[in-house]
Each structure stands twice: as C-alpha cells, then as structure tokens.
C-alpha cells in the first residue's frame, strides 16, 4: 500500500473566500474519510462477483500481455489465451442454459470488459469470437443454427469472423458491396465481392485463425434486394487454406491490438446452402420467395443491427477501466513524485502538490467515476433488454441511444486520460514497462470501431430531435424524453430559478451565495439540462422546413448544422453521466464517503459548466461573475480532494498484478527514500559540499 | 496529383448573413485561385535549398522506416543510416568550418528537422548524437575539446551519449545526484552516482552504441558546490564492454522511437582528467581552484543550458513537419472517400463536404500554417544567436522565450493532429500502412522531453511576470515587450476599439458590421494582445506581496497561480504564431494566394477567440451577440477554405515518397472510382435489384 506523506493543502490566499459549508483539510481531525472496502464495493457494480472473479483471471500472467512481442508471437498467445477462455467457461455466460450457458447477458459483459486489463488484443479477440461472431449466430439465426454452430463456437473449435465492414463501408453498413444472391435451380446463395472496395475488411481473425464467418451482404432473390442480411459461411479447410472462391490477405501491423490477426476478405461466387441465411428477420423459402417478421426493411435493418448493441457497451467499460487503471498509475506516481523545491531549502515537492499537477488528473478522475457510475447503469438496461425483463421496441431504442451517447465520451475520454497520465509520468511514462503508452495505443481504435464515435453522435442527436418534434406534434413523448427532454426548452430556464444566475448581478459580495447555488445539485441538473434541450430546440427550429425542401437543399440544412448537431448529443451524454454519478451520491450513506463523492461529483458537473462558459455566458444563463465564481470554487473543489486523490484510485481496487506498473507499485518510493536519506545523512553529517558563493569576476 | 470532383460548398441557409465581402464559392470563376508553387516556396521558408536537398534524402527508402521492425533489427537500421548522413555531411552543417562543417546553425536545424518524415528515430537518434552529444562538446567545450573530440562525432566514430536527464530529475536539471569531486592529490575528477535516483536515464545511444558521454554533474572542488557542468566521459571499450566502474541497463521498449536504444548509465567512481572538464563556462586549476567568465552561478547554469537550445527548435519544426503530413494524408483521403448518400439517390457524399469534418480538419490546417511560419520565424532568430549576428544576452533570453513558448504548443498539437487525422481515416488510419499511428506514437515524447511542456510554459510566464513587474519598477522594459507586454494592461482595451465590440449591443442587425470587425487584422492582434497582457496583469497584482512572504507561503501563493500562469503563458504562445502568420500573409504578393491565406489566417485567430470566449465574455472584451458572430463566421469560413483545402496541403510539398500513405496515394481514389462505375454500369444495364417494398407482414 502506498503511504505517501500527504501535506496540507495551500491556505489558498486570493481564493474567492466564499465557501459556506464547513472547510476541511487533510491535516484536519474533522476531514471526511473514505469508507474504503464499500466504496471499492459500489465501483464494481451490480456485477461485483463477477468482476472479482475476472480480476483473478486477469492477475494471471499467463493471461496477460507482454510487452514487446513481434505481432506474430502476440498473435498466437492471444489465442492460446482465448482457449483459456474458453475452457473455463468465462466467456459462456451470455449463451442459453441449454447449450451449456447461463443466459447472463449483463454479466457476460462485465466479466468480458475486465479483460481488458490483462490485454486489449485478449479483450477485444475474445469480442470478435463470442461477442460477434457466435452473438451473430445467437441473436440473427433460430434454433437449427444455434444446435449446429454455437457448441463449436464456444470451445473455440471453430474460431470465426465478423464480416460486417468493408474497405469501402465503414459507418453506412446499409450500403456495402457484397451480394447474396438467392439461386433458386441450385437452391442456395451465391455470396460475391463485386468491386475492390467491397472486400470485407479490418476483420478480426480473418488474416489467420478464422475457420468460418458471418458474412454480411445484400441478400437478392427474384430480382428484388432485400438489404443487408447475414449468412454463415465456411472459409478455410483443415489446413488453413482458403475454400475455394474465397480469398483474403493480412491488415498487417496496426497502431495497437496487434495480437489480433486483423485481415480481409473476398468472395467470387461462392456458394452456400440457402440454410445457412441467419434467418431469426428474414428468410427465403426454396422457391425463393422472403418472408420477414419486421415489414418495414428500415425497421429490420436496425433491429438486426441493434442487436450486436453489446460491442458498444462493453467498449464503454473497457475505456473506463482503462482511464481507471491510468489514474491510478499516474496518481499514485504523482504521490512519490518530487520535483523542486519551492517552499523549502532541502525538500522538494511531490509534484501532486503543484496546482497543474492537480488540474491536470483530478478533473479527470471525476469524469472516471461518472463513466464508472453510467457504465453499471448502461449494463444494467443492457441486461433488462437482453434478459427480456424490460424489452419493448423503446427500450431497445434507448438502449441504442444510450450506447451511441456513452461510448463516444468514454472511448475519447480514455485517450485524452491515457495521454494525460502518460505526460503526467514524464519520460517514465514513455517506457513500455509501464503501460500507459501500450494500453493508449491499444485502445486507439475504441474511437472508430463498432460505430465511428462522430457518427454515433449524430445518431443521438437525431434521436433527440425526434423527440423533440414529436412532442410538439402533440404525440407520445418518446422514450428519450425521461432522459432529458422531459421539458419544453427554456422551462427548465425559466421555472427554476437560473434566471437568478444568469442576472448582470449588481450584488458584488454575493459570490459566496453563487458558489452556494452552484454547489446545489438542483442547480447542476437544471444548468446541464437546460442546455441541452435549448441546443436541440434551437437546431429544431433551424430545420423546420427541411422536410418541405427538395432532398439536395434538405441534406445541404441539415449539413450546415451537423457540428451543433453532434455538440448537442455530447452535452446529452455528459448528462447522462453526471445524473448516473448524482444517483450513485445520493445512494450512498457513509457520511465520509458521501462527502467526497458530493465534492467529486461537483467537480465533474461544475467542469463542464466551465468548459461550457461561453455559452452559459451567451445564453444569459451566467452572469460573468458567476462564472468567475465556478472557477474559482473548482480550484477549491480540486484542492479539497487532493488529500483523498490516493483513496480515490485505489477504490478502483486494481491490485500490483492489473497494475503492472513500476513506478505505480513501489519503484519511485524507493527511489524517493533512498535519494532523501542520501542527503539527510549528509547534513547530519556536515559533509555538504557548500554552494559557490556568486562572484563578479565578468 | 489528385483530382477529386469538388462540389459547391452549400450556400449555407440560416447562417447568418454578414459578410461585407464579396462571397465567393468553387463554382465561381472569380474564386480566388492560390499560387501553389509560390506558396509550396514560401512554406519551405529561409532555408528552402537545404529543405529541398533533404527531402531529397528523406525520399531515399533506406533512410524510411519499415513499420513492424523488431526493436533490435529498428535499431540496427537506425544506426546503419545514422552512417549515411554522416558520410554525406547532412548533419555537419553546423560544425565549425575548420573541421568541416559550415558554420550554418540554421541550416543545420532545417536539414535535420526534415528527418522526421523519413523515421523520427532517424531525426532523433541524429539529435542525440550531433545535435546534443556533438553540439555539448562544441558549445560547452574549448578548441582543444572540438579538435580532439569533434571530428569522431562528426563522423560517427564516435558514437556518444548526452547523459544530463536522470531517473530522479529530468525537469529540475540543477538538482542533479551525480557529482564530479575534483581530487587535487590525482588530478582528476570522480564522476559518482550516489543513489539510484542518481541513475542517468532515457539517454538515446546508452543502451547499445555509445562509447563515449557527456555527463553532466554537480562539481565539486575544495569542498565547494560549483553546479552542474558537463565532462567528456569514455563509457565502452571496444568489445562494447563498460568500462571499470560504469554500469547501466536497457531502457527497453517505448511508446514509440523504437529505433532508437535508450539507457541508463551509472558511475561508480571513475575518474576522468581535468581535461575532460568542457570548460567554456567554468575551469578548475591544478590547484582546484574554480573560475568562470560568468560570475554568478545561477547566470552560468542557465548560460550552459542555453546553448542547447536548438534541441527545442528542431522539435517545433519536426512537429510541425509530422501535423503537415497527417493532414496531407487525411485531407486527401477526406475529399476522395465516400460515405452515405445525403443529397442524391445514388451519389455518396465526399467526406469533407460534411460540416462536422470540416471542422475537425480544417481549423487543424489553419494552426499547422501559423506554426510553419512561426517556425521560420523562431529558426531565424536562433541563426542570429548562434551566428553571433545578433547575440546579447537579452537575445539569448528572447530565443529561450520563444522556445520555451513555441515547443510545448506545436508538439502537443501535433499529437492531436495525427489523432484527428487518424480517427478521420476511420479503420485505413489505424493501420500501420497508413503511417498516422507509427507518428503518433514516435512524437508522443515530444511533448515531455527537451523540457517538459508545462514546464516550459511556467518559464515562459515566468518571464512575462517578470518583464511586466520590470515595467512598473520603471527599469527597461525587457526584451519580450517586443513580444507582448509592449503597453500597460488594458491600453490595448481601452485604446482600441476593443469597447465597442464588448458593449452589450442593442443594435440588432448590426452582426455585419460585428463580422466587418473582426476581420481586420487590427481587431484580432488587439483581442489576441489584451488577453496575455490582462491576464499577466492580474496575476501580477495576485503575487504582488510574495516576496514580502515566508518562502513557503509564498510558493503556496504561487502555487495556487500555477495553472493562470501556464494558461496565460500559452496564450502569449498563441499571439505569437498569430503574428507570425499574419507577417506571413502581409508579404504575400499574388492576390488569390493573399486571399486565401487571409482567410485561414482569421479562421486561426478566430478560432482561438472562440476558444477562450467566456474569457472575452467575462472580462466585457466580447458581448454575446459578437461572440455568436465569431462562431458563424467561423462556421463561413470554413466553408469558404473547403474547395482549397487539396492546395493547401499540397503546399507543403510532401511527395508519395514522403507521404508513403496508400490511402492519401491513390489507392482510395481507384477504389471510389471502380465501385462507382460498377453501379453506374448497373444502372445503365437495367440490372440494379430492386429495393424491396416496405410490407406490413407482422
């Protein structure tokens, strides 16, 4: 356990004096203290057990990366691991009891997302084969399928693809190349790549190891296209070698997850059995006539799409273990640290102590816990809808929105934390042998894969819009609306009192009073909430006739407010995580515990207030003054959680093994002690070499 | 040369109407047309012949990195080439004609900073050995140093290693462990390590190559601590074993710079001659006696450090260099890349006609222009010092200023340039083929080494403090007034025109006059200047008692100013690439040129209002309405800079060679232009499938 001296927090002279609550500092008797074993408890989430049970196997080295390896030994020891997996059942939890499963859709998630911790490749490897490749045959084929595919799928004797994207579609999965085009003589399909850039394509397992696929392709029969369908298909012999008419090549070496055999593929009129269509929305008889349970092939498209939903969801708790695990390297780091001396002749600062230091990590340790709080409730809606406990077309459809929200702000958040933590460790920070370079690189990709994070944005803020002009007609106010437009705009504004802070305040003196407000949680919600829905009624407005217009000049509107558009939906998902942390407060009932994560939770709300400021100050929501005051009070919010910077992390409660990290697990203490000592002997001894006096000799 | 369709920019319905200008679009025949080869000269700045020359060399594949290299076979490789520059002279430019150089600092700086395309361990490692290694001996050592010494580092003989960063001070250099004990009975130093803190660390060429070292250490003689100085120390023989008492292990692997092996050295009481003392600034007697040409210590030790300044100069070119080409890369790709159809039935859009990429690459452009000239700028000014053409001390210390301002600004946008670009390139820019990543990870260490960016900036407000406080002291007002601090605070504000714009306007309707403003250069270097100068101001006034304090209470003072002085150091870093740019465009001659220049030269500084806009709010500098104004001007134009996106970047003149990016060299453009014409065929046969009928079957 690290037991840095922790030194009282500067008195901060020319702070704003406006605190009216209590103060508390570290050296104080009365400061809150952590309930340590509980809070570690709540951040594990609903599937506490199952996360420590991942977090034994993650302790394993044999499990875990090493760093440094050539791409091709990496690649074989993530799959060795994936049959570790698979042999202790770890990655079964989401299949159906009688396949040897358990049905535990939530819980499958979370056991999946901890890996990521032992190595992203492994993580995301075993995403590609259980959660794609065999969720695919799962949730888009019937029973017949199920009985055929999934045992082989789940002991890994049939390692397999997604095939989904292609060179050419990425995002727009609704357009891609390859055909599936029913033969109604020969009574199976003919699977092709019409054109280059219609090569499936970034696919995990299909450079190497994958055996079969789920092709995804335009399913033709009698002339008519009945969009993208998905069909399992064979793809290599015993030995290795592609089945005839298929061809691929390798992605080569990536910017991370190199222990996965990335690569491409190709079809030229290969045949499959007309069974073999994954047909749970759609299927072709042998006279080739489809049927489908969903009418509206727009409807079908998105329900079959929504139900790979679990990429995204385990990507948002992978990003925030990742952010979780770099904080706590760099904090604790920043613990041992010393650089310079400032206020003293011998003793140099540990550099958590300096104000950048702290502005730098303890921001983002706020947004950590939010994601952490957002992530276990996104899980737990994740498994109502899987379980089928709370499964109506809504609460799918906020499930999507709720992934498209979430999984932007997480994958992006853990880059800029990674990076931050990784500066922050200067140039030991640099060095493989402490992780944070290797995982940011890994992780990299998290921002473009299973939904590009901008266009996942737009997705919500159309959702919202939705919403939005649906209830100005008058209709059912739609399932997003108990997220947040939950208020006709500006009611929000006008009905709870932020007219009062958005007042040109002739009131100087009355900063303690704003900082009051600030710190209420009723004023947070109200100044998040707000903004939103006057962004999106604003952009509403803007594109009230667009439907009016003909389709060139409508794309041309909606284009010229897109960037709004996507702004909008990041201030939703921000929302969506500062109401997730505000719960997990209000549920908390250490009075110690609930103190710090009050101040925690108001340093995430009020920092988005202030990376905001420009528009609160625009809209007439804060006066300059008051804006001034959020500043300085998170100056203060920061150096009152300084002292509990240490409790914090390792509430996250990774021991030395997920770590894995020099400098977080003991080196730079040594180090610190040793040097320390060195020099304290010297004086005591009175064998300083004295400083050279300043002459005048030029 | 690509030759993407380009279509209209939409004419931008709601936007609001301002301009006073003539409006003009791609379509227009009277748009402004740049001059590409005048601007690609201008790019290439003072130095353009070595440029030239060196892109020469980095189009050579056996100077390229091959993405994938073993650490091992990479540092090999690294090495190998290291012998080809040495063999053809790139890097003895600025060596002193006597032995074969030039005398030619800035060109030197030029030449090498262009390595970065070719593999940034190549520029680094070459840094290491001339530019740090080398260039210690030269400016730190005596003629009899540079005879005996120079010429095997010129040639590469002699491989050596800079050894000043320890594991336990890398910023704080003064505080170094190791110690140099002059021992009058021998005649020669004892180089130690006291503690493992002391330890040498992240030394480029420690781990393998190097034979010799400039080590620097506390020197001590009679008892007396005279502050670091650098020694010449032999480190292997020539089996490549330690010599007695050195030690030292491998840094292993990095996040990025693989090529190059980094170490760790430490000394266990070898003795060097006195000789061996570099002793420009400092010379101990046979006696032991101490002297040096500059009398105080503090004045010495930065005087020493100072001539390594070129390190910092090179970095803002090569990150410069690296934002340039990840923007080449992804623009390309950006306006060749298809994805959804919007405004036709069958036509995708070009990924740079939406708004949202727009706005994430453009702007980027914008700041890789001012850094580029910026760069020129800084290059120049460290040729005047370093040639003696213009080299008092106070030129020292403006050089040191700048890039101290200028580093930390360009190497950290870099990274988020090849970020933006790589995510912009979707699934192609994760893969190594595509070179956004590899950069990324190589120039991730820019950001903390030669003098850690947040570091750096407190220098910086360091001395605007200092020239602020010089001001009111009555003294000459200080070298960086030339810079900033040139009126008191608040004259740009109250003096020009600054008011109006801040009033909180009635005047509806009179956006257009608001935009008129903020067009003129003058409008921009005034809102630009009063947020450094207010800013220095108000700290000022914050730490005006601090050296009536206890020395604790006053770095607690300090301290709780930390991140206000970082924040305004960056803003003054801001000014300054804002006026280089804006000299920049004032001397630019072909109109069309001029135009578009202008152009992105207000999207720069627009954008860093924007930026900072609750700052203009707060502080009554911008009223709500303008601040509105500066967005959608924005907004216009960067539209207005889409169709001359493809020029611009092919200003930078970067070949395939220098791109080595498929994806930005045609491959996407054949791709888009095969799948295409398989649709159009398509249709043109009647054979395009029909789109399935929305039904209502369930």
Redesign the interface.
């Known amino acids: 356990m690290v037991d840095t001296a922790q030194r009282p927090t500067?008195?901060?002279?020319?702070?704003v004096d406006t605190d009216t609550g209590p103060v508390r500092v570290a050296g104080d008797p009365d400061a809150p203290r952590i309930d340590l074993p509980a809070l570690q408890h709540t951040l594990l989430g609903t599937w506490a057990d199952v996360r420590l049970k991942a977090r034994e196997l993650t302790a394993r080295p044999d499990l875990q990366r090493i760093?440094?390896q050539?791409?091709a030994d990496h690649r074989l020891r993530v799959l060795d691991q994936l049959k570790i997996l698979a042999d202790n059942g770890h990655v079964h939890r989401a299949f159906p009891v009688a396949l040897g499963g358990s049905d535990d859709h939530g819980g499958n998630i979370a056991g999946f997302e901890e890996l990521v911790t032992a190595d992203p490749s492994l993580q995301i490897k075993a995403g590609v084969q259980w959660g794609l490749f065999g969720a695919a045959v799962l949730h888009l084929g019937t029973t017949a399928h199920h009985e055929k595919w999934l045992p082989g799928i789940m002991t890994l004797d049939v390692p397999g693809v997604f095939a989904m994207?292609e060179?050419?579609?990425?995002?727009?999965v609704a357009?891609i190349?390859t055909t599936a085009t029913y033969d109604v003589e020969a009574g199976n399909f003919v699977l092709h790549t019409?054109?280059?850039?219609?090569w499936k394509?970034?696919l995990g397992n299909a450079a190497n190891d994958g055996i079969a696929a789920v092709v995804f392709a335009?399913l033709?029969s009698q002339?008519?296209?009945?969009?993208v369908h998905a069909f399992y298909v064979p793809l290599r012999d015993e030995t290795g070698a592609f089945l005839p008419g298929i061809g691929g090549e390798d992605?080569?070496?990536?910017?991370?997850l190199n222990g996965i055999d990335n690569g491409r593929l190709h079809f030229d009129s290969v045949r499959v059995p007309r069974e073999n269509l994954l047909n749970r929305y759609g299927d072709v008889a042998v006279d080739g006539s489809?049927?489908?349970?969903?009418?509206?092939?727009?409807r079908r498209f998105f329900t079959m799409l929504g139900t790979l939903v679990q990429g995204r969801v385990s990507l948002d708790g992978a990003a925030t273990q990742a952010s979780a695990l770099a904080l706590t390297i760099a904090i604790r780091y920043g613990s041992e640290r010393r650089?310079?001396?400032?206020?003293?002749?011998t003793d140099?600062?540990v550099i958590l102590?300096?104000?950048?230091h702290q502005?730098?990590l303890i921001p983002r340790l706020a947004t950590a816990y939010a994601q952490t709080f957002a992530h276990d409730e996104f899980l737990v809606k994740f498994d109502q809808v899987f379980s089928g406990a709370a499964a109506t077309d809504l609460d799918r459809q906020d499930l999507e929105t709720l992934a498209a929200a979430l999984k932007p702000l997480s994958t992006w958040n853990a880059?800029d934390t990674l990076?931050e933590a990784?500066?922050a460790c200067?140039?030991?920070?640099?060095?493989?042998?402490n992780r944070?370079?290797?995982l940011?690189?890994d992780l990299?990709?998290y921002?473009?894969?299973e939904g590009?994070?901008?266009v996942l944005l737009?997705l919500v803020a159309k959702r919202l819009l939705t919403d939005y002009n649906r209830k100005f007609a008058g209709a059912d106010a739609g399932a997003l609306a108990r997220y947040v437009v939950q208020q006709t705009a500006g009611r929000a504004y006008h009905g709870s009192g932020l007219r009062r802070l958005g007042q040109?305040v002739a009131d100087l003196g009355s900063t303690a009073r704003s900082v009051g407000q600030l710190r209420e949680t009723g004023t947070q919600r109200a100044l998040l909430t707000d903004r939103v829905e006057t962004m999106i009624a604003g952009i509403a407005q803007?594109l009230r006739n667009a439907s009016k217009l003909p389709?060139?000049?409508?794309?041309?509107?909606?284009?010229?407010?897109?960037?709004e558009l996507?702004e909008a939906a990041r201030a939703h998902a921000e929302l969506l995580q500062w109401e997730a942390f505000t719960r997990a407060v209000e549920s908390t009932t250490h009075a110690g515990t609930r103190q710090v994560l009050t101040w925690l939770r108001d340093l995430f709300g009020l920092r988005l207030i202030?990376e905001h400021?420009?528009w609160y100050?625009?809209?007439?929501r804060l006066s300059?003054k008051r804006?001034?005051a959020v500043t300085a009070y998170i100056?203060r919010i920061i150096a009152r959680l300084r002292p509990h910077a240490l409790d914090l992390v390792n509430a996250f409660g990774y021991a030395p093994e997920h770590l894995r990290a020099a400098i977080a697990t003991g080196a730079e203490r040594?180090?610190?002690v040793?040097?320390r000592q060195?020099y304290r002997d010297q004086r005591a001894a009175g064998t300083v070499?004295?400083?050279?006096k300043?002459?005048?000799?030029?």
Request: hydrophobic share 25%; proline share 6%; with cysteine.
């Open positions: 500067p008195s901060r002279p020319n702070a760093e440094g050539s791409m994207t060179t050419g579609h990425g995002s727009d357009a190349g019409p054109f280059r850039a219609a394509d970034y335009q033709i002339g008519v296209n009945h969009g992605d080569g070496l990536k910017g991370g489809y049927t489908s349970p969903i009418g509206s092939p727009g650089q310079f001396t400032a206020g003293s002749d140099e600062e102590d300096y104000q950048r502005r730098r880059l990076q990784r500066e200067g140039g030991a920070g640099f060095l493989a042998e944070l370079v290797g940011r690189a990299d990709v921002a473009t894969f590009d994070n901008n737009q040109s803007s389709k060139k000049e409508a794309a041309d509107l909606f284009n010229s407010h897109q960037n996507i202030e400021a420009a100050l625009i809209n007439g300059g804006a001034q100056d040594e180090r610190q040793e040097a060195y070499p004295v400083p050279e300043p002459a005048c000799r030029s």
